[in-house]
């Protein structure tokens, strides 16, 4: 099982926050939205990645947990 940042491009309003507090996964385009890169979670950033997905001011990211088979793109 891998560990995943997601994010709600619908409900994200681009406040920046997220890159400041996670920037090892989270980086900005040009406009100040999210680019959440698509890499499992460390077991070292999970704290970190719960922190800012909890200060997100739109609720727009959440962890994703997915199967091996799941990650690396197999289909069911």
């Known amino acids: 099982m891998s560990t ?3 994010l709600d491009p619908i409900l ?3 406040h ?3 890159a400041e507090l996670l920037p090892e996964r989270i980086d ?3 406009w ?3 680019i959440v890169s698509d890499e499992a979670l460390p077991s070292f950033l999970t704290a970190e990645a719960e922190r800012t997905i909890a200060l997100c001011p739109r609720f727009a990211l959440s962890i ?3 199967r091996a088979a799941d ?3 197999a289909v069911r």
């Open 4 to 6: 995943h940042i997601r």
């Open 12 to 14: 994200c309003d681009g």
């Open 16 to 18: 920046g926050q997220c």
């Open 28 to 30: 900005l385009d040009e």
């Open 32 to 34: 100040g939205y999210p």
């Open 64 to 66: 994703e947990r997915r």
């Open 71 to 73: 990650a690396a793109g």
